[in-house]
């Protein structure tokens, strides 16, 4: 009988992926909060722009990007720590 291949995903690969989809959502959220509350009147820069859209995009889209990046490498050097024996 031949052996069924394990198509799961490896956990490390799972650990970043997931990592990278929180940070993203965080700095979605981030992004929304600073717009929405224009306290250093972002808000009215964007929404005075004659594209609205594209200003909105680049802000997302670099917020999502550094706060994923930042999420999934603080897993990674975690996980390397606690495999050292240094983490808790």
Do not use: C, N
């Not at 052996?3 to 993203?24: E, Q, T």
Request: net charge positive.
């Amino acid at each position: 009988m031949v052996k069924a291949v394990d198509r799961r995903v490896p956990r490390a690969v799972r650990l970043i992926l997931i990592s990278w989809a929180m940070g993203a959502g965080i700095g979605a959220l981030v992004t929304a909060a600073a717009l929405g509350m224009d306290g250093s009147m972002l808000g009215q820069l964007v929404a005075s722009s004659s594209q609205p859209w594209i200003p909105t995009l680049l802000l997302f889209g670099g917020m999502m990007s550094t706060f994923a990046g930042l999420s999934a490498g603080t897993a990674i050097m975690l996980t390397a720590e606690r495999r050292a024996g240094h983490g808790s």
